[in-house]
């Protein structure tokens, strides 16, 4: 180690002493979010061939473009054209899926005020013409997912003034998602029994 007039340590030393005090960041909490594993998983389906389902654009009205270089442009302001509808759709055994992914940190309910009117009311509308409507639910807290069918949801909301789905309504209602890596989230085990059901 040099020292320096003063009693002065050299600059990376003094550097380095820094990095020892600092505490070591922990990435243990980093995770992926529902919807990133939701993309994965339909990449997954897309790949093997098993189902085409996308994540849809939000639909957006852009107002203002910066053009710092004549090769780029910049939005530097834009606002939602209007409340989106779900998060996802596509096509699997010859049914239309449309479906809305939720995550809670709550233990032991799904807040309903997670599933504005405007999103009840295009999943009504999927399933009038025939469509697949459904929510994926995750409870961060136990890591388990499940498909939540939107015409039981709809029911239960038929039923109740309350604000809230309880964690063990949505578990006898619903089908568990395995959860794994290829697929992370797989579902489309959960929809066929769904479907299984709705046959019977």
């Known amino acids: 180690m040099l020292n320096y007039p003063a009693g002065h340590t050299s600059s990376r030393m003094r550097q380095k002493e820094i990095y020892k005090k600092k505490p070591k960041q922990s990435y243990a909490s980093r995770g992926m979010s529902l919807e990133d594993k939701l993309n994965q998983s339909n990449d997954y389906y897309l790949q093997k061939g098993m189902a085409v389902i996308h994540k ?6 852009v107002v203002k ?4 270089k004549r090769s780029a442009a910049k939005i530097t302001e ?3 054209r209007n409340a989106s509808t779900t998060d996802y759709n596509g096509v699997y055994k010859n049914h239309y899926i449309d479906f809305e992914a939720k995550e809670t940190n709550n233990k032991t309910s799904f807040p309903l005020a ?9 999943m ?4 009038k013409h025939g469509g697949l409507a459904f929510l994926i639910v995750s409870f961060k807290a136990y890591q388990e997912i499940y498909l939540l069918p939107f015409n039981r949801v709809d029911d239960y909301l038929g039923t109740t003034d309350k604000q809230s789905i309880t964690y063990e309504w949505i578990k006898q209602n619903s089908y568990p998602c395995n959860v794994g890596l290829f ?3 797989d579902y489309l085990p959960a929809i066929d029994a769904y479907l299984k059901d709705l046959d019977n």
């Open 124 to 127: 009504r509308q999927c399933i």
């Open 183 to 185: 697929p992370m989230i």
């Open 78 to 80: 834009a606002y939602f």
């Open 114 to 122: 997670n599933l504005p009117e405007h999103q009840r009311v295009h």
């Open 56 to 61: 849809k654009p939000t639909p957006v009205q």
């Open 65 to 68: 473009v910066n053009y710092p």
